[in-house]
Each structure stands twice: as structure tokens, then as C-alpha cells.
Nanobody
């Protein structure tokens, strides 16, 4: 059974940094396409960053240059390092794993709240 558990969210001031982690069980992070999504109040869930099983990364324009997605294979964890945070980055952040039979991100964590405010 695939389980994804996010941690590391919280309150941070504009311009600050935060690192989110997603601990996986029942699956191997390095062998799957993984992603971080976020959903702000009243908005649709949007892709923030993704990393393929081959290591190729992709970022939303809003995250490019400020966020870094990376795997920690020893800990079977997916991380999202966020810098230069802005109030518009405030959202619930979700870790996701690609479903090879469903051809979409079909495994999700419970989410971690990130609030950027002074």
C-alpha cells in the first residue's frame, strides 16, 4: 500500500525559506515519477514541480528559480526546497506519485500547510 506523508510546512515571513519533505512507504521514490502540487484557498490544485524516475525535473513558472525538487534515495523521501517565499505561495502542498496504470498522479499525501505572511 502506497503511503505518502508530508512534513515541514509552517508559517514563514516573506523572503524566507522552507523545506518540505514527503516520506514514502510501499513504494520506491527513485523508481517513480513524483511531484509537488499546491492548492490555495478558492483555487484549483496546481503543479509546482515534478521529477521523473530518470531524474528530469520540471517547474511551474511561479516556482522556477526559487524552488528545488529533489529525492533523498537513502531516506526514500521527496523534498521541495523553497526560497524567496512570497505571500502568493501560501497553500496546502501535496506530494504525489504517478500511477503507471492510471497514467496520472493517483497517489497523494494528506498535505502540508505553508503560510507566507509577515
Amino acid at each position: 500500500q502506497v503511503q505518502l506523508v508530508e512534513s515541514g510546512g509552517g508559517l514563514v515571513q516573506p523572503g524566507g525559506s522552507l523545506r518540505l519533505s514527503c516520506a514514502a512507504s510501499g513504494t520506491i521514490v527513485s523508481r517513480n515519477d513524483m511531484a509537488w502540487y499546491r492548492q490555495a484557498p478558492g483555487a484549483e490544485r496546481e503543479l509546482v514541480a515534478s521529477i521523473s524516475s530518470g531524474g528530469a525535473t520540471n517547474y511551474a513558472d511561479s516556482a522556477n528559480g526559487r524552488f528545488t525538487i529533489a529525492r533523498d534515495n537513502a531516506r526514500n523521501t521527496l523534498n521541495l526546497q523553497m526560497t524567496s517565499l512570497k505571500p502568493e505561495d501560501t497553500a496546502v502542498y501535496y506530494c504525489a506519485r504517478w500511477g503507471w496504470s492510471s497514467h496520472e498522479y493517483s497517489y497523494w499525501g494528506q498535505g502540508s500547510q505553508v503560510t507566507v505572511s509577515s
